[in-house]
């Protein structure tokens, strides 16, 4: 190990006497050094040096202090959540050292699973389900943390239409596969990730198990057809025993949600906890396969974004577990206009789920209008 004070964390003197390290509030730290120990010692955890080779030149230093000594001091420091590991930015790219900064400056001290968590992205497999808004906007964002491979599925072209919000395209794609487009931007800005493309178009839940068997988490941006498209994804999910976050966009908000199989309660789960507790919901749901008329998209580039950023991250939550996961098992609106984030509601595993329990045939009835 070589210790350092976390390269996100500042060191400032307010005093001869006074250090603070770090500037966010709530982890920023402010120390007193009236004998000047740490005036000696914060310098040496720099990342260069091995644990040991600091507590001898410390101990060099400050005379009068014993190894055990200075081991305290930066136990003690370690376990304020100001230390991390050197070696953890060794063999990472330069592209992605900002990345693990973020993690170990999440950490709440440097066994938490935030100061390896880099090191478990790249070498994650990622499933990205459309290209659509949410997708094609997820994709830069998933290059940028650093994968070992991501699988795209989409099948459409880019259409003028897309362009207020599908900002990977550009005017001079319009007509193109999207599928193309992006393969181009995938060699452009990561040529280290394996990146496969399938064009196609999802028609059952055995052509998302093809693709996604082995990957680390699922992310579903589709929705042709209607529900469908997500229960297929989920399906997948369970069936491989692999998480999923689906993002839904509306008008003025957004939501995700995220399963791990066997763990939380799975979107046919949420099915049936809607029947169950929501007056008229059948009639609705089943209204919503079926509109008189369509309505016409409805968004803009800012808030598209803004729902992929914590779809992206909730991925990267359950890949890497730097941070509990927010919307597992339960759905999370992002309201567009606010700003505000709400909990819209929680459910829990349900035993008689056609898809993670049972299969009860009771509730057969609910799933009549939207089959696999």
């Given amino acids: 190990m070589r210790p350092q004070i976390k390269r996100a964390l500042p060191i400032y003197w307010l005093a001869d006497d006074v250090v603070r390290i770090g500037a966010q509030q709530g982890i920023t730290k402010e120390l007193t050094d009236p004998q000047g120990q740490l005036r000696v010692l914060l310098p040496l955890l720099d990342g260069r040096r091995e644990y040991g080779d600091v507590l001898r030149e410390a101990c060099q230093a400050l005379g009068d202090l014993s190894e055990d000594d200075v081991r305290e001091g930066i136990q003690y420091l370690d376990a304020s959540g100001l230390i991390e590991d050197a070696c953890s930015y060794d063999s990472l790219p330069v592209r992605l050292e900002a990345n693990q900064t973020f993690f170990a400056a999440a950490a709440e001290n440097t066994q938490a699973a935030a100061n390896r ?84 178009k999802v028609a059952s839940v055995d052509d998302i198990v093809r693709v996604a068997r082995g990957a680390d988490v699922i992310i579903c941006a589709i929705d042709e057809p209607r529900f469908i498209a997500q229960r297929r994804a989920n399906a997948a999910a369970v069936r491989l025993g692999i998480p999923v976050v689906i993002m839904l966009t509306q008008h003025t908000s957004g939501r995700f949600f995220s399963v791990v199989p066997r763990e939380s309660g799975c979107l046919d789960c949420l099915h049936i906890f809607d029947e169950l507790n929501t007056d008229g919901f059948l009639r609705q749901f089943h209204a919503l396969m079926s509109p008189a008329r369509d309505a016409a998209t409805a968004a803009i580039a800012p808030h598209i974004q803004r729902l992929t950023s914590f779809g992206v991250d909730e991925a990267m939550r359950l890949i890497t577990g730097y941070a509990a996961p927010l919307g597992l098992g339960r759905q999370v609106e992002v309201n567009y206009i606010s700003g505000a984030l709400r909990i819209i509601m929680n459910w829990d595993r349900h035993p008689g789920c056609p898809t993670c329990g049972s299969g009860d045939s009771q509730f057969d009835y609910i799933f009549d209008a939207d089959p696999l």
């Fill in 117 to 200: 968590a880099q090191h478990v992205l790249r070498e994650s497999h990622v499933v990205l389900l459309g290209l659509g808004g949410g997708g094609s906007a997820s994709l830069p964002q998933l290059l940028a943390c650093g994968l070992r491979k991501l699988t795209i599925l989409d099948y459409d072209v880019v259409d003028e239409s897309n362009l207020n919000r599908q900002t990977l395209f550009r005017t001079s794609d319009i007509g193109r596969k999207k599928t193309d487009v992006s393969a181009e931007y995938c060699r452009a800005f990561a040529p280290d990730v394996d990146v496969e493309v399938f064009d196609l």
